[in-house]
């Protein structure tokens, strides 16, 4: 079964900047997308960014200008390049990926393939 591997989580202050990585252990179908995705304690996990085959698309409006993600499709590696990095941000990030037909960012559960998460803390 096909794998996603995140790393890149870390501390780091205020204004700092990460790279998290995805890693899938073979090629992804080319009607997969991949998401990110992030997880509170307590609170429902919500989606980050999203990357399809026709485009990429930033969905949660607090880190536009300032989260990029991109994809290596030759590594078969999914970026989230993370700048300007603030306290809110602090949460513990996935990558995930399922067929862009059933993929509903909104909802979690539409995606079958899941990392098991990386870990960003931010300090003021």
């Known amino acids: 079964a096909v794998q996603l591997v995140e790393s890149g989580g870390g501390s780091v202050q205020a204004g700092g900047s990460l790279n998290l990585s995805c890693a899938a252990s073979e090629p992804l179908p080319w009607y997969y997308c991949m998401c990110w995705f992030r997880q509170a304690p307590g609170k429902e996990r919500e989606g980050v960014a999203r990357?399809?085959?026709?485009?990429?698309?930033l969905y949660v409006e607090s880190v536009k200008g300032r989260f990029t993600r991109y994809k290596d499709k030759v590594k078969n590696t999914l970026f989230l390049q993370m700048n300007s990095l603030r306290p809110e941000d602090e949460y513990l990030y996935y990558c995930?990926?399922?067929?862009?037909?059933?993929?509903?960012?909104?909802?979690?559960?539409?995606?079958?393939?899941w990392g098991q998460g990386t870990q960003v803390t931010v300090s003021s």
């Open positions: 995930a990926a399922t067929p862009s037909n059933q993929a509903n960012i909104k909802r979690p559960e539409t995606f079958t393939l």
């Open positions: 990357t399809t085959a026709d485009g990429d698309r």
